[in-house]
C-alpha cells in the first residue's frame, strides 16, 4: 500500500512539474536571439555571398581554358585553302588556277583548346581583389549591426513582458483591495450607514479593475509571443526573470566607444574605400592591357574531334584602347561624386552617433528622476488608502473619496513599473548606440 501510495505521488509530482513554466533569462532571451534569429541567418548568408565572390575575384590570377567544337562550310577561296592546308589534304591539282579561283565548297570541324592569361589589365584584377576584400568587411559589419538592432528589438520585448507582467499583478492587487472595498461598502449598507450608491460606485470600480487585469493578461501572452518570434524558438509556457530597478549607466564610457565600435560607420568607412577600387577598375578601361595565350587545334572534314591535321599557336597580346567618347573618365568621375557624398554621410552619422547616445543618457536620467518620484508616491498613496478606508469604516469620509485615492495609489504603481521599464529601455538604447550589448552576453 505504501508503494501505490508512493506511486501516486511521484506521478502527481511529476505531473506538477511538467505544468509549471520555466523561467527565461534576459541573457538567455539575448543569446537565443543572437543564435536563431532568422533576420541574422539571413544575413550570414550575405556574409557567406560576399566571401564566395572574394573567392571568385581570386580567380583572375589564373589562366583561363576554353574548349571550342566549330563547324563551318564554305566556297570562298581563302577559307577552302585554308581549311584543306589545315587537314593536310592539299594536292598538285589543287594550285590550279581554276580550282583556286573557283573551288568546291568544303566542310571543316574544328576543335581547339585554349588558354589564356592575364599579365596586366591595367591594374583591373588587383583592384577588383581588394574591392571584394572591402565588401567583405562591410557585409561583416552590417551584420553585426543588425545584431545590434535583434538584440535591441529582444531587450524591449522581454520588457513588454516585464511590464504587462507587473501590470497583471497591480491589477490583481487592485482587484482584491476593490472587493475589500465593495465587502466594506455592503456592510454598511446593510447596518444602515451608507447609502445604496457606495455599494454601486464599489462594484463598478472593482468591474473595472477586473476589465484592467484581463487587458494586461491578454498583452502579456501577446509580448511572449513577440519573444518567441525574435529568438525563433517556442518558449511557452514560460516566464521571465524579476528585473531589477534600474540598471547602472556608466555615462562617459559609452560617449567614449561609441565612435570606435560601431559597426555601420565602419561598414561605411569600407564602401568609401571601395569606391577609390571601383575608380581603379573604370580607369583599367583605358591602360594597357598584355595577356599570354596558348592555344592546340584539330581538323578534320568528316566529323568532329577528326585529327587530319593539328597545330599549336602561343604567344603574347598587347591591346591598348582609349574611350574618345570621355565614357571611362566620366564614370571615374562618378566614383569621385559618389565618394564625396559618402564622406558627407560618414560626418553626419559620426555626430548622429554622438546624438544618439547622449539622447538615450538624457532618457536614462528622466526615467531615473521619474522612478524616484512613482516610488515616494506609491508610499504616500498607500497611506492616504489606509487612511481613507479606517475614516470611511467610522462614516467620515464617502466612498468615491476612498475609491479616489485608491485610483492614485493604482496609477502609482503602474507608473513605477513604466518608469523601471523606460529605464532599462534607455539603457538598451545606450547599449545600441553604442554597440555594446556583448556586456548583456
Not at 178 to 195: C, D, I, M
Not at 360 to 365: E, H, T
Request: hydrophobic fraction near 40%.
Amino acid at each position: 500500500m505504501k508503494f501505490v501510495n508512493f506511486l501516486l505521488f511521484l506521478c502527481f509530482f511529476l505531473q506538477a512539474s511538467l505544468s509549471f513554466s520555466h523561467t527565461v533569462s534576459l541573457k538567455e532571451a539575448l543569446r537565443l536571439a543572437k543564435e536563431r534569429n532568422l533576420e541574422l541567418k539571413a544575413q550570414e548568408r550575405f556574409v557567406q555571398a560576399s566571401k564566395l565572390e572574394k573567392e571568385s575575384a581570386r580567380g583572375a590570377y589564373f589562366p583561363v581554358l576554353s574548349f571550342e567544337e566549330t563547324y563551318a562550310k564554305t566556297d570562298l577561296p581563302a577559307n577552302v585553302f585554308f581549311y584543306k592546308l589545315n587537314q593536310g589534304k592539299m594536292e598538285a591539282k589543287d594550285f590550279e588556277l581554276k580550282r583556286l579561283n573557283s573551288p568546291s565548297s568544303y566542310g571543316n570541324f574544328e576543335t581547339k583548346l585554349v588558354l589564356e592569361l592575364p599579365i596586366w589589365l591595367g591594374g583591373k584584377v588587383q583592384a577588383l581583389n581588394k574591392l571584394s576584400e572591402l565588401k567583405v568587411l562591410s557585409t561583416e559589419s552590417q551584420k553585426l549591426r543588425k545584431t545590434d538592432e535583434v538584440l535591441f528589438e529582444t531587450y524591449l520585448a522581454y520588457l513588454w513582458i516585464f511590464l504587462n507582467k507587473e501590470a497583471v499583478k497591480v491589477a490583481e492587487t487592485s482587484v482584491a483591495e476593490a472587493e475589500e472595498h465593495l465587502r466594506v461598502a455592503q456592510a454598511r449598507f446593510r447596518a444602515g450607514l451608507a447609502l445604496e450608491a457606495e455599494v454601486y460606485r464599489a462594484e463598478v470600480y472593482l468591474a473595472k479593475a477586473k476589465e484592467s487585469r484581463e487587458v494586461a493578461l491578454n498583452n502579456l501572452n501577446l509580448a511572449k509571443r513577440r519573444l518567441e518570434v525574435l529568438v525563433n524558438t517556442k518558449l511557452s509556457p514560460f516566464d521571465i526573470e524579476e528585473l531589477e530597478a534600474c540598471p547602472t549607466v556608466e555615462e562617459e564610457k559609452y560617449l567614449q566607444i561609441a565612435l570606435k565600435k560601431r559597426p555601420d560607420l565602419k561598414a561605411l568607412d569600407y564602401e568609401i574605400k571601395a569606391l577609390d577600387q571601383q575608380r581603379k577598375i573604370v580607369l583599367s578601361d583605358n591602360l594597357p592591357h598584355i595577356s599570354g595565350f596558348a592555344e592546340y587545334s584539330m581538323n578534320g572534314k568528316n566529323y568532329p574531334f577528326e585529327n587530319q591535321g593539328d597545330g599549336y599557336t602561343a604567344g603574347v597580346k598587347f591591346v591598348w584602347r582609349f574611350d574618345t567618347g570621355l565614357g571611362v573618365l566620366k564614370k571615374a568621375e562618378a566614383t569621385v561624386e559618389q565618394k564625396s557624398a559618402l564622406l558627407e554621410r560618414y560626418k553626419y552619422l559620426q555626430d548622429n552617433i554622438t546624438l544618439e547616445v547622449e539622447s538615450a543618457i538624457s532618457d536614462y536620467r528622466n526615467a531615473l528622476t521619474k522612478l524616484r518620484s512613482a516610488e515616494e508616491r506609491v508610499k504616500h498613496a498607500k497611506e492616504v488608502v489606509r487612511v481613507m478606508q479606517r475614516r470611511y469604516s467610522a462614516g467620515l469620509v464617502r466612498m468615491v473619496d476612498l475609491l479616489d485615492a485608491q485610483t492614485q495609489l493604482d496609477l502609482a504603481r503602474f507608473e513605477r513599473i513604466e518608469a523601471i521599464k523606460a529605464c532599462h529601455e534607455a539603457f538598451a538604447k545606450v547599449l545600441f548606440a553604442s554597440s555594446s550589448f556583448e556586456e548583456l552576453l
